[in-house]
């Protein structure tokens, strides 16, 4: 088998996917036509243009404007639950993935149309228990806080996972890192580790590697989105505090490379993290608007940077651990994935 049969019949497991990004281009037309909405164009090659990145170099505008398309495409209950169900339908046809996290925002997927938050949860938790039933996946979801939505935003944002922590899995902090450094968000985030709910965040995804530390040291995630700045620590500091703190990175290379967190794919610290002891995952982010998937990612973490196979097995170890699914559905995840 060539690699590409090989990590194409993997089964697989995500932890940093975006329902946002996971809002297919046919879609985006067809639920503009459905809702009225205005769009560039609705020939579907025209619009991948303005609605994928596929190169480095793109405005902050161009970018907005592809997740405004991602998020102006919620504009039902009914477009909630199908996006919902396309993202999971993507991740099990496409990429086999068994162990699946999806994530929200929902200040600002559901910002556009003002949709009742709670309806909106017990829809998408509905649809993931649903499709789990039918097939072999386990799945779970996580709410985002958008930082740069302020600290009111953040705060209720909070609130509401912890009062529907039933169906939510964990909460995750995202976006302008800097701009709203998690020394902020020191006080808030008791309540989260009070009700028990694992917390995430975006960290060192650019700007300095400092930021990870003060993320830790604030915040005391389970795991850290991207992290890629660890690895320009020269002293090594953050990279062992993050090992020795046993935080599992959820890494996506093209994602990074897409908006030159690094220089390179090739440049992606990935192995050296797994070299270092790190516990690290292999995530795509937003597969639809950074046109990716795990295949691809695996893709290149195999032939651009560096990785064994036994390498992807062990980031598939992480994923199962380090996922915050219940220990059932994680059970569940370890025969389909590490037997
Ligand atoms: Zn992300």
Redesign the pocket.
């Known amino acids: 088998m060539t690699n590409e049969e090989t990590i194409k019949a993997m089964p697989k497991a995500e932890l940093?996917r975006?329902i946002e990004?996971c809002v297919r281009v046919g879609t985006v037309i067809d639920l503009a036509r459905r809702h009225g909405l205005k769009l560039p164009t609705f020939d579907p090659a025209g619009l991948e243009k303005a609605y994928k990145l596929r190169a480095p170099g793109a405005s902050l505008d161009e970018v907005l404007g592809m997740f405004g398309l991602a998020q102006a495409s919620f504009a039902s209950y009914e477009a909630v639950e199908r996006i919902t169900y396309e993202a999971l339908e993507d991740a099990y046809l496409k990429e086999n993935i068994r162990l699946l996290e999806l994530?929200y925002s929902p200040d600002f997927m559901l910002g556009a149309r003002k949709l009742d938050w709670r309806q909106t949860q017990s829809i998408i938790y509905a649809t993931l228990d649903k499709f789990e039933r039918a097939h072999p996946v386990v799945c779970g979801v996580i709410v985002i806080a958008s930082r740069s939505y302020g600290l009111e935003s953040a705060l209720k944002t909070m609130d509401f996972a912890v009062q529907n922590k039933r169906t939510v899995i964990g909460f995750?902090l995202?976006d302008s890192e800097a701009a709203y450094p998690s020394s902020l968000y020191k006080e808030a985030v008791r309540k989260l580790h009070d009700a028990g709910l694992p917390l995430t965040v975006?960290s060192g995804?650019e700007g300095h590697f400092s930021q990870i530390l003060e993320t830790i040291n604030a915040l005391a995630p389970r795991r850290i989105?991207?992290g890629v700045k660890a690895a320009e620590d020269a002293s090594g500091g953050t990279m062992e505090l993050i090992r020795k703190v046993g935080i599992t990175v959820e890494t996506?290379p093209w994602?990074n490379y897409l908006t030159r967190a690094v220089s390179s794919i090739e440049a992606h610290p990935l192995k050296k993290f797994i070299g270092a002891g790190l516990r690290c995952t292999i995530?795509a982010?937003?597969p639809e608007i950074l046109d990716t998937q795990l295949n691809k990612e695996y893709g290149l973490a195999v032939e651009k940077m560096g990785l064994s196979f036994d390498d992807i097995r062990y980031t598939l170890r992480c994923a199962v651990e380090g996922s915050f699914l219940p220990a059932d559905k994680r059970q569940q995840a370890a025969k389909w994935l590490l037997d």
Do not use: M, W
Request: avoid cysteine; glycine fraction near 20%.
């Open positions: 940093h975006h990004g994530r995750d995202a975006h995804e989105g991207h996506n994602s995530g982010d937003d």
